[in-house]
C-alpha cells in the first residue's frame, strides 16, 4: 500500500495503533448507547402493561396505590400550556431581536451571556425564585400561574436560542429584496423571515415545552400538589402533576406497587418522547420542502 | 394615511421586540435579586462559623453547609469519572470515526437521553440501579453517593457530547488534511491535530456538562440515601450523602417562610446560582473567544 515507506514495519505498527484506538473508541460509544437503550427498553417493558383506559382516565384512589392518573396529565397539560402562552411570544421576539435588529456591541453581548447563564441556572434554583418572587411577593400563593411563571422563564434560553438559530439561516437575500420592494423591516421579518424560519422555531418552542413538561424541582415549591381530590378551576389552583406524582408515589407513598410507578413512568416518558419525536419530524419535513 | 400608521405601528413593534430583547438580562437580575433578598439575611443570623462546620441538623439550629457542599462535590467528581471518558470517547467518535449512517443514528439517540426527565431516571435509579449496587458491593444500602454519581454521569454525557461533538466538528477540514497529506494516520491525526485544535470547546463541554451534574436535583434526591453527614474519605462514595440541591427540594416544603431554616435554604440557593454563573461565565467567554477566531480564520 504504501512501497515509498522506508520501514514499514512502523507503518504497520501504527495501523495497529488505529485499529485498537478506534476499537476502543467503538466500545465506549457502544457503553454510552447501550444504558440508554436498557433504559427505554425497562420504563416500556415494564410501564406499558400498567396503562389502560381506567389509568389515563380516572382519578388516584386507595392512598394512590391504585386507580389512574388523570389528574396528574391534565396538570402536566395545564402547565405546559400556560407555559407556552407566557414564555412563546416573548422568547420569539426576542429571537427576533438578536437576530434582526441587535447591533454587534457589548450590550448584545450582555444579552447573549445572560441568555447562557438562564439556561445554566440549576431546576431547584428556578424553583427558590418563583416561591421567593411569584408565590409570596406576588401573592399567587401555590398555583399553576406561579408554576407556569416560573417554567416559562426557564423554558425561554432554549426558545430563543433555537429559534434565534433558525431565523439566522433565512438568507440575506430573501431580506434584501423585500426590503427593495418597498416593504418595511418588520413587513420584512413577519411576511418573509418569520414565514421561512417557522419549523425551525417550532422546533425550540418544542424542546422548551419538553423541558418544562418533565421537570419536577421548579413545581415542587410554585405549584405541584401532593394530592388533590378534585381538578384545579383556575390558574390560581394549585395542581398534580406528573413529574411530581412520580416522585411522590417512588418516596412518599409506602407500599405503593411497583407497577403503577412504572405506569406514571411510562405515561411522562410517552408523552415527553413523543414532542421529541414531532420535533424530528418537523425538521426533515422542513429540510425536504426548504425553497432555499 | 396607511404610510402613517405603518410607521407608528413600525415604531411600536419594533420598541417591543427590543424591550423582549432585553429581558434576559432582567431575568438574571431579578433571579439573583430575589435570590438575596431571601438568603443574605442568613449572615446576619447564623454566624460564619456555624456555616461552615460539619453539621447540618437544622431542628436545632445546626446549619453547618461543609456535609452539602461535601456531597455535591463528591457526586459530581464521581459523575465526571463516568462523564468525561464515555462523553469525550463518544463525541470523538461519532466526529471522526463513525460512518455516516452511523452519526446520524448516534446524534438524535443521544439526544433522547438529553431529553428523559430526571424524575424518570431517579425513579429508575431507585427501583433498578440501587438494589443491584447494595448485592455487588454488599452495603447495607444502595442509596449512595455512587448510584447518583452514575445517574449524574449519564445525565450531563448528553451536553458533554453535543457540545464537544461541534467543537470537534468546527475544526477546519484543511487541518485534517494537512496532516494525512503529511503521512499521519487518522488515529495520529485526532489526538495530535483535531483534538488540540478543539481544547477549548471540549473543556467547556466537560464544564457544562459538569454544571449540569452539580445543579440537578430530583435524581440525586431520590438515590443518593439523603444524609448529610461529611464525606471524609474517598470511601464515602458507597454511603448515603446529601447534596446542596436535594436539601433546598426536600427540605423546603415544611420550613416556615421567613425563619433562619427558610433564609439559609435560599443561602445555599445563592451558592448554586454562582456557581453556575460563573460556569456559563467561563464557559461564553470561551466560546465568544472561539467565534472570534473562526471569523479570523474565515476572513
Keep these: ?292 | 394615511m396607511p404610510k402613517r400608521a405603518q410607521t407608528w405601528l413600525e415604531t411600536l413593534i419594533t420598541a417591543v421586540i427590543k424591550t423582549s430583547g432585553y429581558s434576559a438580562i432582567l431575568f438574571v437580575a431579578v433571579i439573583f435579586i430575589f435570590l438575596m433578598r431571601e438568603g443574605l439575611p442568613t449572615l446576619a443570623e447564623v454566624p460564619l462559623g456555624d456555616l461552615f462546620s460539619s453539621r447540618w441538623y437544622p431542628i436545632e439550629d445546626y446549619y453547618g453547609l461543609l456535609p452539602l457542599i461535601g456531597g455535591s462535590l463528591l457526586v459530581t467528581l464521581g459523575s465526571a469519572l463516568v462523564a468525561v471518558p464515555f462523553g469525550v470517547g463518544t463525541a470523538i467518535f461519532i466526529a471522526e470515526i463513525a460512518p455516516r449512517w452511523a452519526r446520524e443514528i448516534l446524534k438524535p439517540f443521544i439526544e433522547i437521553m438529553a431529553g428523559i426527565p430526571s424524575v424518570v431516571l431517579g425513579f429508575l435509579g431507585m427501583v433498578a440501579i440501587a438494589p443491584r449496587l447494595r448485592i455487588l458491593l454488599d452495603i447495607p444500602t444502595g442509596l449512595t453517593a455512587l448510584a447518583g454519581a452514575l445517574l449524574l454521569g449519564g445525565i450531563s454525557i448528553p451536553t458533554i457530547v453535543s457540545v464537544a461533538e461541534d467543537a470537534l466538528d468546527s475544526v477546519p477540514r484543511s487541518y485534517r488534511d494537512a496532516a494525512l497529506a503529511l503521512g499521519a494516520t487518522r488515529w495520529q491525526t485526532i489526538w495530535k491535530v483535531t483534538l488540540p485544535a478543539a481544547r477549548t470547546g471540549v473543556i467547556t463541554a466537560i464544564m457544562l456538562g459538569l454544571g449540569r451534574a452539580i445543579g440537578e436535583t430530583m435524581t440525586v434526591m431520590m438515590v443518593t440515601g439523603n444524609a448529610p453527614v461529611l464525606p471524609r474519605s474517598l470511601a464515602a462514595i458507597i454511603s448515603p450523602i446529601r447534596t446542596m440541591t436535594a436539601t433546598i427540594a426536600a427540605e423546603m416544603g415544611e420550613v416556615a417562610v421567613g425563619s433562619t431554616h427558610y433564609h439559609v435554604l435560599f443561602f445555599i440557593g445563592i451558592t448554586l446560582f454562582i456557581i453556575s454563573l460563573v460556569v456559563n461565565l467561563i464557559a461564553s467567554s470561551v466560546i465568544f473567544r472561539q467565534r472570534k477566531r473562526a471569523e479570523r480564520i474565515l476572513s
Design chain 1, 1 to 292: 500500500m504504501n512501497p515509498a515507506h522506508p520501514r514499514p514495519s512502523n507503518a504497520s505498527r501504527r495501523n495497529l495503533i488505529q485499529t485498537a484506538g478506534f476499537g476502543v473508541l467503538s466500545l465506549v460509544a457502544l457503553f454510552t448507547v447501550v444504558p440508554i437503550l436498557l433504559i427505554l427498553i425497562t420504563i416500556f417493558a415494564q410501564g406499558l402493561p400498567a396503562i389502560s383506559w381506567e389509568f389515563l382516565t380516572a382519578f388516584p384512589t386507595d392512598g394512590m396505590r391504585a386507580g389512574g392518573v388523570f389528574p396528574a396529565i391534565l396538570g402536566t397539560v395545564y402547565l405546559t400550556f400556560f407555559t407556552t402562552l407566557l414564555a412563546v411570544p416573548l422568547g420569539i421576539a426576542a429571537a427576533v431581536y438578536l437576530s434582526e435588529y441587535a447591533p454587534d456591541n457589548l450590550w448584545t453581548r450582555i444579552i447573549r451571556i445572560a441568555i447562557i447563564n438562564l439556561a445554566g441556572i440549576p431546576s431547584i434554583v428556578y424553583g427558590l425564585f418563583g416561591l421567593g418572587i411569584f408565590v409570596i411577593f406576588f401573592k399567587f400563593g401555590t398555583s399553576i400561574l406561579a408554576a407556569s411563571f416560573t417554567l416559562a422563564i426557564m423554558t425561554l434560553p432554549t426558545i430563543i436560542s433555537t429559534a434565534e438559530e433558525a431565523l439566522r439561516a433565512v438568507p440575506q437575500s430573501f431580506r434584501v429584496v423585500s426590503i427593495s420592494l418597498g416593504a418595511t423591516q418588520w413587513q420584512t421579518i413577519r411576511h418573509i423571515v418569520l414565514g421561512q424560519s417557522l419549523p425551525g422555531i417550532l422546533t425550540g418552542v418544542i424542546l422548551g415545552l419538553e423541558r418544562a413538561a418533565g421537570e419536577t424541582a421548579p413545581i415542587l415549591l410554585t405549584g405541584a400538589a401532593f394530592y388533590l381530590p378534585a381538578l384545579p378551576t383556575s390558574p390560581m389552583d394549585a395542581t398534580m402533576a406528573l413529574p411530581y406524582h412520580l416522585y411522590v408515589i417512588s418516596t412518599q407513598v409506602p407500599g405503593m406497587p411497583v407497577q403503577v410507578q412504572y405506569g406514571t413512568a411510562v405515561v411522562l416518558l410517552i408523552l415527553v418522547l413523543s414532542l421529541n419525536l414531532l420535533t424530528t419530524i418537523i425538521r426533515s419535513r422542513a429540510r425536504a420542502r426548504r425553497q432555499w
